[in-house]
């Protein structure tokens, strides 16, 4: 099938499209940071896992971060090489399975290593071991997302560690962005060295983590580049990682979606479409954060005052969640049962994230290449819900 990339006019169900030409974009630029720094750069599943579309990242970058065992052995089995692993806690029952389908794998505590160190390494003697630090500090405004927040559970303050590192300790990994600009690393990364630069004699390589977004526009990639160059000169025996997700996916496609029915009370218009919030958009709601719906602009609801005009709506979603629901929007002319609604930028933390809560219709999951030629990758249906409940 082609379809207008503008207007997806063609399309009457709800359907992700990632744009291959936008990711190319996005994997360009990322690959040249990598080369120009120095560094290497890999994809964090977290934020994109849809791998019928990984032979167009293997051009690009050579390996992937994990954070379970299904991503490691995503890793493998569809990446084709082995995993940067890093979980809060490894179990028992699964820690021998990571081992043999991971690179390397970071412990989030001086205990975790203790119990299961030995038992990585027997797994897989080629392991490379590293150990998540925490700088106690980071620019995250949003505290779901803030990893250094007082009481976080994610990695060990440099005043736990001892002066000698333990055996087979190789890196440090530290995870303290998320869509930040380089001027946020910049000043993290002051933090970072002031913390444990005195340990950076005894490791091999450091992880910077992700929420690096440098495909964002306006992003300063030369100041990126620069300090991540200035850092190598001044530990040129550390080999540098950084693994973001979101920018891999960022700007890469929208969700489609169809205007089903439109309601009214008390003042306020409600296009009601046939996706959710709370299932397809999650990050909307948890952020929360107002996305940008193509052909329309967002409308403040002065001191509480609910905005008027004929054009302008409330977004719900079609579960029986009472808050699912978002607005509003000005739309460029009234909307009808059967207009599409293009939700913009929302192929990172959607198709990862998403759920099946009330049953609803999953959206299909498409790419389209630069002429509109669209290739479904996923569609769902009942027994994709049923085999949930197994």
């Known amino acids: 099938?082609?379809?207008?990339?503008?207007?997806?006019?063609?399309?009457?169900?709800?359907?992700?499209?990632?744009?291959?030409?936008?990711?190319?974009?996005?994997?360009?630029?990322?690959?040249?940071?990598?080369?120009?720094?120095?560094v290497e750069i890999i994809l964090a599943f977290k934020a994109y896992a849809l791998w019928k579309t990984f032979p167009i990242f293997r051009e690009y970058i050579s390996a992937t971060t994990a954070s379970s065992l299904s991503e490691a052995r995503l890793a493998c089995d569809e990446f084709g090489s082995k995993a940067h692993t890093f979980s809060p806690a490894y179990t028992d029952y699964e820690i021998d399975e990571i081992a043999r389908c991971s690179s390397h794998l970071t412990f989030n505590s001086l205990s975790q290593y203790g119990r299961l160190y030995a038992r990585a390494m027997a797994a897989n003697p080629s392991l490379s071991v590293g150990l998540r630090v925490n700088p106690e500090y980071s620019e995250v405004g949003t505290a779901l997302y803030n990893p250094c927040a007082p009481g976080t559970r994610f990695g060990v303050s440099a005043d736990k560690l001892p002066e000698r590192l333990p055996e087979g300790i190789d890196g440090f990994h530290c995870h303290c962005h998320c869509e930040s600009g380089a001027d946020v690393f910049v000043r993290t990364l002051g933090h970072i060295t002031d913390k444990f630069s005195k340990w950076f004699d005894q490791i091999k390589w450091i992880n910077f983590g992700g929420g690096h977004l440098m495909t964002r526009a306006g992003y300063d990639i030369p100041l990126l580049v620069n300090t991540l160059r200035s850092f190598r000169e001044a530990y040129p025996h550390l080999k540098v990682i950084l693994e973001p997700g979101s920018a891999f996916a960022w700007q890469t496609g929208s969700l489609v979606s169809q205007v089903v029915d439109i309601v009214e009370d008390k003042g306020i218009k409600t296009a009601i479409l046939n996706v959710s919030f709370t299932c397809h958009m999650p990050d909307c709601l948890e952020m929360p954060y107002m996305p940008a719906v193509r052909g329309a602009e967002t409308v403040e609801a002065a001191g509480g005052v609910v905005p008027q005009g004929d054009s302008v709506y409330r977004?719900?979603?079609?579960?029986?969640?009472?808050?699912?629901?978002?607005?509003?929007?000005?739309?460029?002319?009234?909307l009808e049962i059967g207009d599409?609604?293009?939700?913009?930028?929302?192929?990172?933390?959607?198709?990862?994230?998403?759920?099946?809560?009330?049953?609803?219709?999953?959206?299909?999951?498409?790419?389209?290449?630069?002429?509109?030629?669209?290739?479904?990758?996923?569609?769902?249906?009942?027994?994709?819900?049923?085999?949930?409940?197994d």
Not at 11 to 23: A, G, I
Not at 356 to 374: K, Q
């Open 1 to 38: 099938m082609r379809v207008n990339l503008n207007t997806f006019e063609e399309l009457d169900r709800p359907c992700y499209v990632l744009e291959e030409k936008r990711l190319r974009r996005n994997l360009q630029l990322i690959s040249s940071v990598a080369r120009d720094a120095g």
């Open 315 to 334: 977004l719900g979603g079609n579960s029986c969640l009472s808050g699912d629901f978002m607005g509003y929007w000005r739309f460029p002319c009234k």
């Open 340 to 389: 599409n609604v293009i939700f913009e930028d929302m192929l990172h933390y959607t198709t990862v994230k998403t759920n099946m809560f009330n049953g609803i219709t999953h959206p299909s999951i498409a790419v389209a290449d630069e002429v509109g030629n669209l290739e479904i990758l996923r569609s769902f249906g009942y027994e994709d819900y049923r085999n949930r409940m």
